[in-house]
């Protein structure tokens, strides 16, 4: 059977978010209403801020406003890793704040140990397993890297174990693993779509006020505070947070700093009991291969396997539109790719497959701040691993609004911010060429072209 035979009976959808359990949509505000703190955003950064607002103060009055349906975006896309690192991984971060990075990787761990704790403590059944990851070489010059990779990481304090050939071959049966490093505490695997109404469901649980099918449309100073403006109606709040990933922020300034790419994902069907045996996987994993243009892949709670990233589509002009969602002839290579790397599995259909818009950012990695005297924060830029990072994030927003500092205030990391991209058609040619590079990296045993090596020293994180 050939790759594109595989997708012949595939439904366009996010696996996660056709689950049977998920919850009725909210009502849409309409009229005025007020309160302490409105956050705009319904996906893992607007609930982490909502749920955490209520958790440190009871008696405030928490508004949350989504403009579809609770986790629709983002949060129901993406593949289910909850990762505790901060920085889009340990080496990202090492590069950009050396000196902060054991901080930065103790908070990583303390905030992936809290969102667990939510999990039980709110009663969140969302497949939540702490499996940990593995960094897979694919490559003979990758190998190497890795070996190295995990002595740099030990000399950090964390606990990464270096996998040869035959070992990972153990883990998981692939012609294409070469080694591997296995990060076995910093990862849990999560049905990030449950967990999004999990969270939604604790919200309301708490006393969270929340508004689906209610866009902000506008944002403004009034009196003492702000008022923001939805289609039939408008709330006035003491503070806001921006938990509006990708979308146009209603902070303008920082929207240079965001760009749109398009990330894929393919699931099987659940597999027979002869076909995980084949595969192996009994620790199930999440993994990632240790290419540029890379590829993430996991189990499901019904043993299904999850097969996405690779192509990372950026449409001129930055749009975010629903047609961008779905590309055939990405599916159709992450098809083949994946029958490579599983040749045993010959014979096994896609159910799913989707896409969506991550933000993007030019270090890789969230940036923070505050407008209109403090009175409104704002976390974006996770670029693809925000399952975890954002509720950081929401830490560090709600910590701004206070106006004191904190630990997590002080950070370097907190306190700046990414290289914005250029005007179009700069950024459309620039962000093209890049991926060109990187390419033409994978192919030539990791070696960095010239422009790749300018976008290095510029700090720009073009790394996957």
Not at 70 to 98: D, I, K, M, Q, Y
Not at 258 to 265: E, G, I, K, R
């Amino acid at each position: 059977m050939d790759s594109a035979h595989s997708l012949a009976d595939v439904q366009y959808s996010s696996f996660w978010l056709s689950d049977p359990s998920r919850p009725e949509p909210l009502p849409a505000l309409v009229g005025d209403t007020s309160c302490d703190l409105l956050v705009v955003g319904g996906g893992y950064s607007g609930l982490w801020t909502a749920l955490i607002a209520k958790e440190r103060d009871p008696s405030r009055d928490v508004v949350l406003v989504e403009g579809q349906q609770v986790g629709w975006a983002a949060s129901g896309r993406n593949g289910g890793f909850c990762a505790a690192s901060l920085t889009h991984g340990f080496f990202n971060g090492l590069e950009r704040w050396p000196e902060e990075i054991r901080t930065l990787e103790r908070l990583g761990q303390e905030n992936l140990q809290a969102i667990e704790d939510a999990v039980k403590r709110y009663g969140i059944d969302c497949d939540w397993e702490r499996t940990g990851e593995m960094d897979v070489a694919t490559e003979p010059y990758q190998v190497e890297e890795l070996r190295e990779g995990a002595a740099t990481m030990a000399e950090y304090g964390i606990h990464a174990e270096f996998l040869d050939t035959e070992a990972i071959r153990e883990q998981v049966a692939s012609p294409t693993f070469l080694a591997a490093i296995w990060d076995k505490d910093g990862v849990a695997m999560v049905h990030p779509a449950k967990l999004a109404w999990g969270l939604k469901r604790a919200c309301l649980e708490l006393g969270v006020r929340i508004f689906e099918h209610t866009p902000a449309t506008d944002l403004a100073e009034s009196g003492p505070g702000m008022a923001v403006r939805t289609p039939y109606g408008r709330v006035f709040a003491g503070h806001v947070a921006l938990g509006t990933n990708i979308f146009p922020n209603l902070v303008k300034r920082v929207r240079p700093y965001l760009a749109p790419v398009y990330d894929f994902a393919l699931m099987t069907e659940p597999l027979t009991d002869e076909q995980l045996a084949s595969v192996g996987w009994q620790n199930r994993q999440g993994l990632g291969d240790s290419s540029n243009q890379f590829h993430y892949f996991r189990m499901s709670a019904d043993n299904r396997i999850l097969w996405g990233g690779y192509d990372a589509i950026y449409h001129y002009g930055g749009k975010v539109r629903a047609e961008y969602d779905h590309r055939p002839e990405t599916y159709e290579k992450l098809a083949e790719h994946f029958f490579t790397a599983f040749p045993q599995l010959e014979g096994i259909k896609f159910s799913h497959a989707w896409g969506g818009a991550i933000d993007t950012c030019s270090r890789f990695s969230a940036f923070f701040g505050t407008a209109h005297k403090g009175r409104v924060s704002y976390a974006l830029g996770f670029t693809g691993l925000g399952v975890g990072a954002t509720r950081f994030g929401a830490e560090v927003m709600l910590d701004l609004l206070s106006g004191e500092k904190t630990e997590r205030t002080e950070l370097a990391m907190v306190k700046s911010k990414p290289i914005p991209f250029p005007p179009e058609p700069v950024k459309w040619i620039g962000i093209g060429l890049t991926k060109w590079s990187l390419d033409r990296a994978d192919h030539n045993e990791g070696r960095r072209n010239l422009w790749l090596k300018a976008m290095d020293a510029l700090g720009l994180g073009f790394d996957s």
